[in-house]
């Protein structure tokens, strides 16, 4: 009887924490970047200094952790001439109130950040952003770097590929890869198609 | 006269003494362990409902998986435990489902609050009450729960117990290593704990014993005066 029941609750348990990592670890929508900057953002596209953006959903909890690591990315690009934007979502219809959450707080507190509030999520489709937490960077001639997130999983801070290839793209000009896995809530954004690849032809 | 000192005590009245001592101070920590239980189970909901209550789509939004993390496997956490220090109070099996389920505890509160490095003190402080058992062998349990946890998770899912995502295979035994370093404190703490309750198990024998022979001596005694006393009232009369 004792060791059914012990039998049981080791069964339980254990589906219960895999039903957790595998909620982890499963990653949003990736993002359909365009290659250029989109010329119809409201952003001022770069000139001259790599941009750096985020789409954000302001009451998602895994933000918290996408702005943490934000804020420690742009800590280590400090001198590195990066201009960094979050573009928060919010559906017109919804007050303003509904994006003064403790994540987009905190992203106004990142030194020399541009919050910007994207209603509807424009900006963020025309970025192609599905998700929360989807990282940009542009170069300073508004060339597409890199695009991904950078948290190592979902709602959790710490290392992760992203930061690693960001950081590495600004300071030396390369990376292993110009993506990662991004984790966070859908943004719900209109995404407008990428324009086509330049072939030259 | 008999020297105090050197009473001898019952050696079966010491041990039965001893473990009596150890089974109340075990019972004493598997309903500690069982209140502790139940709190951790209401903190688990409190903060799931605070720090995750809903998963977003957009405009829509959804119950969040960790609050049904915090209420069900919370449940699951919680209850085998609580029945076991109900039902089987002091005895091993209690213990070491309890502080399996202490060290799981850890692992759930990790991932209720995104991996926050300072939730890993949990660890730390359930093996500081894990002590309390005065039983080394659960600490062996703890460890083992929290080693096997990294392990698999490090194999699977590094990222979710160690933030990168590619650490080096032994890294969970860095992580052992330090819970490691705590148990060598905890296993003294057991070890001279459980001494310390069977010197104090030998004393109270000892004062059972002399006051048994004390009991005696007086017995003796009175004896002694009731047969004196005719002898002692004829003098008197005389």
């Not at chain 1, 900006?123 to 300073?140: C, D, F, K, M």
């Not at chain 1, 993506?179 to 198609?193: N, Q």
């Amino acid at each position: 009887m004792l060791v059914g029941a012990a039998l049981v609750w080791i069964a339980a348990i254990g589906l219960g924490f895999t039903f957790l990592l595998n909620y982890s670890v499963e990653p949003g929508t990736p993002a359909l970047a365009p290659d250029e900057w989109p010329r119809e953002s409201r952003i001022p596209a770069p000139r001259g200094q790599y941009q750096l953006v985020m789409t954000l959903h302001p009451q998602c909890p895994c933000s918290r952790a996408s702005v943490t690591e934000l804020n420690n990315l742009l800590a280590l690009l400090r001198n590195d001439n990066v201009k960094a934007y979050v573009l928060v979502v919010k559906p017109a219809e919804f007050p303003d109130e509904w994006t003064r959450t403790e994540s987009v707080k905190n992203a106004e507190r990142i030194p020399g950040i541009n919050v910007v509030l994207d209603v509807d999520g424009v900006e963020a489709g025309r970025l192609g952003a599905a998700t929360s937490g989807q990282v940009y960077l542009y170069s300073p001639k508004g060339q597409l770097l890199f695009a991904g997130g950078i948290t190592p999983d979902r709602g959790h801070v710490g290392d992760s590929p992203g930061r690693e290839r960001i950081v590495s793209l600004v300071k030396t000009g390369k990376a292993d890869a110009k993506d990662s896995l991004v984790f966070g809530c859908a943004l719900g954004a209109k995404i407008c198609p990428p324009r086509p690849k330049q072939t030259g032809l | 006269m008999e020297d105090v000192s050197t009473l001898a005590a019952d050696p079966g009245r010491v041990e039965s003494l001893y473990r009596e001592q150890v089974n109340a101070r075990r019972v004493r920590a598997d309903r500690m362990f069982a209140v502790l239980m139940v709190a951790q189970w209401l903190f688990a909901i409190l903060l799931a409902t605070l720090v995750s209550p809903y998963a977003w789509a957009g405009k829509t939004r959804e119950f969040h998986p960790h609050l049904f993390a915090a209420v069900f496997m919370g449940a699951g956490l919680a209850l085998f435990p609580v029945l076991l220090a109900v039902y089987k109070p002091g005895q091993a099996v209690t213990r070491h489902v309890m502080v399996a389920s202490q060290m799981l505890w850890s692992a759930l509160f990790i991932h209720l609050t995104g991996g926050r490095i300072e939730t890993h003190f949990h660890v730390f402080g359930s093996l500081a009450f894990v002590a309390f058992y005065c039983d080394w062998t659960v600490l062996v349990t703890g460890t083992v729960v929290v080693a096997a946890d990294h392990l698999v998770r490090g194999l699977l899912y590094p990222e979710s117990v160690y933030g990168i995502t590619n650490p080096e295979w032994w890294r969970f035994l860095e992580h052992a290593g330090w819970v490691t370093f705590e148990d060598v404190v905890l296993v003294w703490i057991c070890i001279t704990g459980l001494n310390e309750m069977r010197g104090l198990a030998l004393r109270q024998a000892e004062v059972e014993s002399l006051k048994e022979s004390e009991e005696a001596k007086s017995a003796a005694l009175e004896m002694v005066l009731k047969e004196l006393q005719p002898s002692l009232a004829a003098g008197a009369q005389a």
